[in-house]
Every structure is written in C-alpha cells, then in structure tokens.
C-alpha cells in the first residue's frame, strides 16, 4: 500500500500533464518518441517503428488484451509522478468502454472527464474547460470498446521483468496523438500504472493502489463539466 503523500501541490505541473493526455493531437506540432530517437511533424508523420517481439512476448500482449477487455468498471486511489518528481494523489474511476474520471485531491483545481467519446478537462483556477475527441487522445487506447494491441495501435516497447510488464502503444496512423505506456504486475496480471509521453520527451506516470474492479460506479460520476458553447 502506497502512504498518501502530503507534498506541495505542483498545479502547473499537472496542468502539463492534463494537457499532454487531452491536447497532445491538436496542439503538438512535433513529436518526439525517446525510445526510437525519432522525429515525427503533424501531418508529415512517418511509420512508427515498431518493437521486435518473441513469441513469449506476443503471447503477454495477448493476456494484456484479455485482461483489459475484462475489466468493466475500475475504482483506484492514485499517485502522480511527473517529470520533475512532483508526487500528487486523488482517484480514478473508469467504467469501460468509453468512461473516466481522473479527479486531484483538494486543493489541486484541476479535473479530467471522458464520456460520451470526448475528453474534457476542466481547470477551476483558470476557470478554463478544453474538449479534445476521445480517438484523438492516448488514453482512448485504454478506454476503446475492444482493446488491441496490433492493427491501428503499434508497439514501440516491450519488458517483461522483476514481476512486471510493460507496453508502449502509439496509434499506427497518427504517432504524434501521443504514446502511452502501460505497466501491469505479472502474478496475477493487473494494471499497475500507465505513463504519457509528452512532446518534450518528459514522462508523467500515474501508479494505482487500492485497485478495485468490477464495482458499481455511480452513472454521474462521469457527468462531463459544463462546455463552451
């Protein structure tokens, strides 16, 4: 278990991090993905290279597959590690396909919704809400209806070791959307964490404890917040 960690809270380091999740696929004109060393402009974007795989490593992404396409509705407390080694807490819910509430402890003012195939984020303190399309952003990768990890989605990462497995997936057709890797404990296979890899090559990842799956979830828990017109 994970000690709730009170630190100050680094607002505008999660604001980078909300918006490198919800923005990355309209305001990013270039990408870089460190783990190849390439560099990809919007709309002038190459293949993604994809990483060399085992059969046993196959045969993991197939379980992975399994496991996420199984899960129905998840609840987590979570803890936020950005680039500059800033910890946050606050909790998750995702109801699958489609759904996710990402909300900071108070006083943190920013918030994450995805439904009704959109991703909005609201800042309080700015009094700002951005809407970006759910296909457009990295975590749609974990939300579609039927997760796959071959086809439209690439694998540009994969490690199996010291009881963990991990993934990295970008979309096939648009790696500049953002990359989005996914961290699960092997015995018994769980998600763990999952990381977004933002336009400057800095990684925010999102480690879940207290996980609990296939709870009842109130339906406006995922109420999207008010829009601009």
């Known amino acids: 278990m994970t000690k709730h960690m009170k630190t100050a809270l680094p607002v505008l380091s999660l604001r980078r991090f909300m918006l490198a999740v919800s923005l990355a696929a309209v305001t990013v004109p270039v990408t870089v993905h460190a783990q190849q060393g390439q560099m990809s402009v919007a709309g002038q974007e190459n293949a993604p290279a994809a990483a060399s795989l085992t059969a046993s490593d196959k045969a993991w992404l197939t379980r992975i597959e399994q496991t996420l396409n199984g899960i129905t509705t998840l609840k987590a407390r979570m803890q936020q590690l950005d680039a500059e080694d800033k910890r946050t807490t606050g909790t998750v819910w995702m109801q699958r396909p489609g759904k996710m509430r990402?909300?900071?402890?108070?006083?943190?003012?920013?918030?994450?919704?995805?439904n009704d195939g959109k991703v909005v984020f609201r800042d309080n303190q700015l009094d700002q809400t951005t809407v970006i399309p759910m296909d457009r952003t990295p975590l749609g990768l974990?939300?579609?209806?039927?997760v796959s990890l071959s086809g439209?989605?690439?694998?540009?990462?994969?490690s199996h070791e010291n009881g963990l497995v991990e993934v990295s997936v970008v979309r096939t057709s648009a790696p500049g959307d953002g990359s989005l890797t996914l961290v699960f404990y092997d015995k018994p296979l769980a998600l763990r964490s999952w990381s977004v890899l933002d336009a400057q090559g800095r990684e925010t990842r999102v480690t879940l404890f207290d996980t609990h799956t296939g709870v009842a979830i109130p339906a406006d828990?995922?109420?999207?917040p008010a829009q601009p017109e």
């Open 102 to 114: 990402l909300a900071y402890d108070a006083p943190t003012p920013l918030l994450l919704v995805a």
């Open 142 to 146: 974990l939300l579609r209806d039927k």
């Open 152 to 158: 439209d989605v690439t694998v540009t990462g994969f």
């Open 221 to 224: 828990t995922f109420t999207l």
